[in-house]
């Protein structure tokens, strides 16, 4: 059993392909998620196959050139996330999360008007008893 474990992991290593050079310049363009949340996460510095970058960890906004794959400037202000990745500047998911928070927004107000219908009617009620019940 022990034997067979060095097997399997030369097999799995001789199946895999080493990363294209269109592949490796992705990685390297694509921000580091443990760079971005503190200079100090990221274990790898400078041997960190991601990018590094000082001015895309203090700026939220996402590059659009990169989001429609066009930028490959190492140096680029803005940020590269990951493909295929939910981002900030994703105007569907932006739209998406509004639209569900107006919705439960408005579902909201109307139980408060209809508390509020409820209590004024309580009232009302309350009062046409007493009323009633007045010689």
């Known amino acids: 059993m022990v034997g067979s474990a060095p097997q399997s992991?030369?097999?799995?290593?001789?199946?895999?392909q080493p990363p294209s050079a269109?592949?490796?310049a992705l990685k390297r363009n694509t921000d580091c998620v443990y760079f971005l949340a503190s200079p100090l996460t990221c274990k790898k510095g400078s041997e960190c196959e991601?990018?590094?970058s000082d001015i895309a960890r203090v700026n939220p906004r996402d590059?659009?050139?990169?989001?429609h794959g066009n930028?490959?400037?190492p140096k680029c202000g803005f940020r590269h996330p990951a493909p295929g990745t939910a981002s900030a500047a994703e105007p569907a998911t932006i739209k998406k999360s509004f639209t569900g928070l107006e919705k439960s927004m408005q579902e909201k107000k109307l139980q408060l008007m209809n508390i509020a219908n409820?209590?004024?009617m309580s009232n009302n009620l309350n009062q046409s008893l007493k009323w009633n019940m007045l010689p």
């Not at 992991?9 to 895999?16: P, V």
């Not at 590059?63 to 989001?67: H, N, V």
């Open 50 to 52: 991601y990018r590094h």
């Open 63 to 67: 590059c659009w050139f990169w989001l």
């Open 9 to 16: 992991q030369s097999q799995s290593q001789s199946q895999s």
């Open 118 to 120: 409820l209590s004024r």
């Open 71 to 73: 930028c490959l400037n």
């Open 22 to 24: 269109e592949e490796e």
